[in-house]
């Protein structure tokens, strides 16, 4: 059956960046949050084999399953590349997961994080693409796709060899729309030509695009005064054809008030919306902050257990307020049970997995610089 985006819910629920409770995933806030959102007639869960090591699988089968009927609800979750030697690690994972969820099969399956280099390489070396459809014949899989963090020109590629993928799922948001790294517009535009429907991850940029600069936010104050930040964020995105689902990692009870209200009944962005963001993002990209969204792919590997995006964080923070002595304090106490910036041996393996594709040895090189003094 043909994916068909009008039929799918506007916002989806990200099971990233679940609230904890002394290192562990807080179910029950996890329960209410999902009732919350369920109520208001939403379905869309995405999980992966990685997130929340592993255990964010498993809330699936704990605040989902047996509390909703099966058909009340879709999840989707991923086959990670750097899991993968062989072929057989394919239905390891895959039966790992089946596993954790308690599910006999998934509405979405995608191949994670596809780009340049390892990651794709991976999966046309173990032949994951036809693998992933035949569990698709086999009744496991309903719709198949993948995540992209590469090129405008491998995503032509990838589809050109590909034509059984159904969708996709694209980092787009207001502030990487023309960046050149991450390049959501060209992807976007790729997308919509060939008609593949989109899923959209980090609409709001692992939260930058929710705690801007006092200035920034007054814009968006000035024009909607009701408005919180991260829904000018939310209908950047929601305002674009094609789209499928737009995820939202949510963390709190407050977040998923925010998202239910901005797509309950969801309005589109005007003209004049449209001037207020110009205006947000022509002032926000002078301040040239470090693209970093949180994705925590660099600290699992980190031989010296550094928190590399919660510091970036910290140098953000100093990039925007220069006379700010909260990072340092920061800094200070996360540092206290885990690596500093200085203590990176540049092994390389944080970039090897970056989405983003950032300099990261040569950024904790300023963030030691900025915050160890």
Known sequence: ?????????????????????????????VKGMIDSYMNAGFNYFDTAYVYHGGNSE?????ALLGRYPRESFTVATKLPAWSLKTEDDREKVFNEQ?????LDYFDYYLLHSLEDGSNYDVYEKLDCFNWCMKKKEEGKIRHFGFSFHGTPALLEKVLDLHPEVEFVQIQLNYADWDNQVV?????????????IPMIIMEPVKGGTLANLSPDLDEIFKTARPDKSTASWAMRFCGSFEG???????????EQVADNL????NFEPLTDSDKEAISKVLEKMLAAKLIGCTSCRYCVNGCPQNIQIP???????????????NRPRFFYGSLTGHSGKASDCIECGQCEGVCPQHLNIIELLKEAAEKLEK
């Not at 789209?243 to 009870?253: K, P, Q, R, V």
């Not at 209200?261 to 309950?264: E, G, K, V």
């Not at 970036?312 to 006379?323: C, D, I, M």
Request: glycine share 10%; net charge positive.
């Open 1 to 29: 059956m043909k994916l068909d985006v009008k039929k799918m819910p506007k916002l989806g629920f990200g099971l990233m960046r679940l609230p904890e409770t002394d290192g562990k995933i807080d179910i029950e806030r």
């Open 58 to 62: 498993r809330v699936i089968k704990e």
């Open 98 to 102: 089946l596993e954790r969820t308690g």
């Open 183 to 195: 390049n959501s517009g060209k992807l976007y535009e790729i997308l919509l030509r060939r008609n």
């Open 243 to 253: 789209i499928g689902t737009i995820l939202s990692g949510m963390s709190n009870e």
């Open 261 to 264: 209200s901005t797509f309950t």
């Open 310 to 324: 919660d510091i970036f964080g910290a140098v953000n923070t100093l990039r925007k307020f220069p006379g700010d």
